[in-house]
């Protein structure tokens, strides 16, 4: 009987003491992240150059994904969000627009052509995946700085696309220099 107790007692304190390291507070500020892709599926975008207005893309997918892992699963939290945006007039064009945060310690926005003539790679990145960040409360986490309002994105050296929280992408430049912005 007493040698029950002892090892219903060690396996309680084992089960706690896992679980512990393990804790990732569910604070992760999902609605701001994903404002940055504010999309609904089927959703027409407007963009103008000043000298023409289309609807030029129209939201083919969007998807969202925040997850909470461990040790074992060799990650503590993910979060992300993708958002699939083709040309109108041909589905096979377009770009995709793609927020992530892994870990609390590596932020990245990036727009990406998926198609021929575009050759848009732009990205925004944040990494600090080579230094111990971690932080158990969101708001004193250091990526949080970097979770900005307006966040431009470089391609090639050069601001090549814009990303603000709540309206989503608000401008682009294409692969002949034309300079695309949102119509509100």
Not at 53 to 62: D, G, H, L
Not at 148 to 163: C, E, F
């Amino acid at each position: 009987m007493q040698k029950s107790i002892y090892l219903l007692l060690a396996s309680v304190v084992l089960a706690l003491a896992s679980c512990t390291s393990d804790l990732v507070p569910n604070d992760f500020p999902l609605g701001d992240f994903y404002s940055y892709a504010p999309y609904k599926l089927n959703q027409t975008i407007y963009f103008t150059n000043n000298q023409d207005t289309i609807p030029y893309y129209t939201v083919f997918s969007v998807s969202e994904d925040y997850r909470v892992g461990s040790k074992r699963k060799g990650f503590k939290e993910i979060a992300n969000k993708k958002v699939s945006l083709r040309k109108i007039d041909s589905m096979e064009e377009g770009v995709d627009l793609s927020i992530v945060c892994n870990n609390r310690a590596h932020f990245e926005v990036s727009l990406r052509s998926i198609e021929e003539p575009y050759s848009i790679d732009a990205l925004y990145e944040v990494d600090f995946t080579n230094e111990d960040i971690w932080s158990k409360s969101f708001k004193n986490s250091k990526i949080l700085r970097y979770f900005s309002n307006v966040i431009t994105l470089s391609q090639d050296g050069k601001p090549s696309a814009q990303v603000e929280k709540v309206n989503g992408l608000t401008k682009f430049t294409d692969e002949s220099g034309r300079i695309w912005s949102v119509v509100k």
